[in-house]
């Protein structure tokens, strides 16, 4: 029996899973044009009247939840988080005179291979640049290298060490550790970089270099018997490398290289989530929409669902599997709307700094450590977070993956320190400068922030000013 039920329920399972990570990918756009096509099959209806996405009350003619958005509590730390039926982002002929004028952006349409280009651009010359462009095209979606060293350098006829010296480069831009061979090289890589800006655990190093089959497979016992230390001390540094490296580095940039925006023409954004102060007070909680862009409530056709009953055997087939696709697409929308809020909770308890004080202020936070604080695998965070925008309290609009640039308080301290300079500071007067304010980093890792945050060298900075 358990051989016969058993293929179904992985079926099932796997459609479940599919739709779900599909819809969470989405943009709050691309979701309204899924919801659109979805209403194709005559199994599913959209009932129009305006209902909370969460509780299913009915709601008034304008306006959030009046149950949903209220706090459970007025302490600040807590956000209220609510899914948000804000279908006046969209007029019938999705005009984008609907869009909110308040703050332009630019879409983020910029490729991975281009983003490490553009880092280590400066540290190469002609030649070195066309063997790094070859070198970048030749990664694959997780941001390893699909061609050994040797065969870039007999391609281009040049020494061994010059390529492996450009790989180098590309492995410490950011995301770091693109360009590796495999999760492993990768995840040293990593600890380099990391231990160049704070302590890390040496038993780190060991175990990704002499158990990282045991490590992929969480056998920490035996980790603890191979190494020879405790198993207390294995679980504190797998807890060290999991909430800072990844395995995946490609991963970080998924938004832009797997799903590029086709909308590139754009100016102004739909926000996927608005952010806003409870009763106007920043001393209050924050208030989180997560916008679902439609009138209504959708559900399966109750008329629909009767008539397939006194159906002719042969219509009733096609007509079951109209039903099953309904009754699916909602469960995968419920679905990913839960996975929202709960991910909008945590990120925005933790960065409310940020949220309200700026980029300074940001907190450490990765995508790997939400995943396992949350339950839930972190391909499933990354492709929440990715393409999204978030419209914060002064009406700025940015990407959601913002909230996960351990880099981001630095490059804003880099930027204030080099709008105030009356002469051209050097990379290494940079970093001490840096060091004061206490941000610790190599003189290489300002250089690749700085290029990041498209400010010349030192040298070409004081010829502009000439």
Same mark, same amino acid.
């Given at each position: 029996?358990?051989?016969?039920?058993?293929?179904?329920?992985?079926?099932?399972?796997?459609?479940?899973?599919?739709? +779900?990570?599909?819809?969470?990918?989405?943009?709050?756009?691309?979701?309204?044009?899924?919801?659109?096509?979805? *209403?194709?099959?005559?199994?599913?209806?959209? /009932?129009?009247?305006?209902?909370?996405?969460?509780?299913? @009350?009915?709601?008034?003619?304008?306006?959030?939840?009046?149950?949903?958005?209220?706090?459970?509590?007025?302490?600040?730390?807590?956000?209220?988080?609510?899914?948000?039926?804000?279908?006046?982002?969209?007029?019938?002929?999705?005009?984008?005179? %609907?869009?909110?004028? !308040?703050?332009?952006?630019?879409?983020?349409?910029?490729?991975?291979?281009?983003?490490?280009? @553009?880092?280590?651009?400066?540290?190469?010359?002609?030649?070195?640049?066309?063997?790094?462009? #070859?070198?970048?095209?030749?990664?694959?979606? !997780?941001? #390893?290298?699909?061609?050994?060293?040797?065969?870039?350098?007999?391609?281009?006829?040049?020494?061994?060490?010059? /390529?492996?010296?450009?790989?180098?480069?590309?492995?410490?831009?950011?995301?770091?550790?693109?360009?590796?061979?495999?999760?492993?090289?990768?995840?040293?890589?990593?600890? %380099?970089?990391?231990?160049?800006?704070?302590?890390?655990?040496?038993?780190?190093?060991?175990?990704?270099?002499?158990?990282? !089959?045991?490590?992929?497979?969480?056998?920490?016992?035996?980790?603890?018997?191979?190494?020879?230390? =405790?198993?207390?001390?294995?679980?504190?540094?797998?807890?060290?490398?999991?909430?800072?490296?990844?395995?995946?580095?490609? @991963?970080?940039?998924?938004?832009?290289?797997?799903? $590029?925006?086709?909308?590139?023409?754009?100016?102004?954004?739909?926000?996927?989530?608005?952010?806003?102060?409870?009763?106007? =007070?920043?001393?209050?909680?924050?208030?989180?929409?997560?916008?679902?862009?439609?009138?209504?409530?959708?559900?399966?056709?109750?008329?629909?669902?009767?008539?397939?009953?006194?159906?002719?055997?042969?219509?009733?087939?096609?007509?079951?599997?109209?039903?099953?696709?309904?009754?699916?697409?909602?469960?995968?929308?419920?679905?990913?709307?839960? +996975?929202?809020?709960?991910?909008?909770?945590?990120?925005?308890?933790?960065?409310? %700094?940020?949220?309200?004080?700026?980029?300074?202020?940001?907190? $450490?936070?990765?995508?790997?450590?939400?995943?396992?604080? *949350?339950?839930?695998?972190?391909?499933?965070?990354?492709?929440?977070?990715?393409?999204?925008?978030?419209?914060?309290?002064?009406?700025?609009?940015?990407?959601?993956?913002?909230?996960?640039?351990?880099?981001?308080?630095?490059?804003?301290?880099?930027?204030?320190?080099?709008?105030?300079?009356?002469?051209?500071?050097?990379?290494?007067? *940079?970093?001490?400068?840096?060091?004061?304010?206490?941000?610790?980093?190599?003189?290489?890792?300002?250089?690749?922030?700085?290029?990041?945050?498209?400010?010349?060298?030192?040298?070409? @900075?004081? /010829?502009?000013?000439?």
């Amino acid at each position: 029996m358990f051989q016969i039920q058993s293929p179904s329920i992985r079926t099932v399972t796997t459609a479940h899973l599919t739709q +779900t990570m599909t819809l969470l990918n989405q943009t709050v756009g691309e979701l309204y044009q899924q919801i659109q096509q979805e *209403l194709t099959n005559p199994a599913l209806e959209l /009932v129009e009247e305006r209902r909370c996405p969460t509780c299913h @009350r009915v709601l008034p003619g304008h306006g959030e939840c009046p149950v949903c958005s209220r706090p459970v509590s007025m302490q600040a730390e807590e956000p209220v988080v609510f899914v948000s039926p804000r279908e006046d982002f969209y007029s019938s002929g999705g005009s984008s005179a %609907d869009l909110i004028p !308040d703050e332009p952006v630019s879409p983020i349409v910029e490729e991975l291979p281009v983003f490490i280009l @553009r880092q280590i651009a400066v540290e190469l010359e002609g030649e070195e640049r066309r063997i790094a462009a #070859f070198f970048l095209t030749h990664l694959d979606e !997780d941001g #390893f290298l699909t061609i050994a060293p040797v065969e870039i350098a007999q391609y281009f006829h040049v020494p061994l060490s010059k /390529v492996l010296r450009i790989k180098q480069l590309i492995q410490r831009a950011e995301p770091v550790g693109v360009g590796s061979a495999n999760p492993q090289e990768a995840l040293l890589v990593q600890l %380099d970089v990391l231990n160049e800006t704070k302590p890390t655990p040496e038993l780190a190093r060991h175990i990704i270099a002499e158990a990282m !089959d045991l490590l992929t497979h969480r056998q920490y016992a035996e980790i603890a018997r191979k190494l020879n230390v =405790s198993y207390h001390q294995v679980q504190e540094t797998v807890r060290f490398i999991g909430e800072n490296l990844n395995p995946f580095p490609a @991963r970080a940039h998924w938004g832009d290289v797997r799903n $590029p925006s086709p909308k590139a023409g754009e100016v102004y954004y739909h926000p996927d989530i608005i952010i806003s102060y409870l009763n106007n =007070s920043p001393e209050n909680p924050l208030v989180v929409e997560i916008i679902l862009p439609i009138r209504g409530y959708l559900r399966v056709n109750p008329l629909f669902r009767q008539a397939a009953r006194i159906a002719s055997e042969e219509t009733r087939i096609g007509m079951k599997n109209d039903l099953e696709r309904a009754a699916l697409f909602v469960k995968c929308l419920q679905q990913r709307n839960f +996975t929202m809020q709960r991910l909008m909770q945590r990120v925005v308890s933790i960065q409310r %700094d940020f949220i309200l004080r700026g980029d300074r202020y940001i907190k $450490p936070l990765t995508r790997a450590s939400l995943a396992e604080e *949350l339950g839930v695998h972190e391909s499933t965070i990354s492709r929440a977070v990715s393409n999204k925008t978030v419209q914060l309290p002064n009406k700025k609009i940015i990407p959601l993956a913002n909230f996960f640039d351990r880099s981001l308080n630095v490059r804003t301290a880099l930027r204030e320190i080099i709008s105030r300079e009356k002469n051209p500071l050097s990379d290494s007067q *940079l970093a001490r400068l840096l060091a004061q304010q206490g941000y610790e980093v190599a003189r290489r890792t300002v250089a690749k922030y700085r290029a990041m945050e498209g400010i010349l060298p030192a040298h070409l @900075r004081r /010829v502009n000013q000439v």
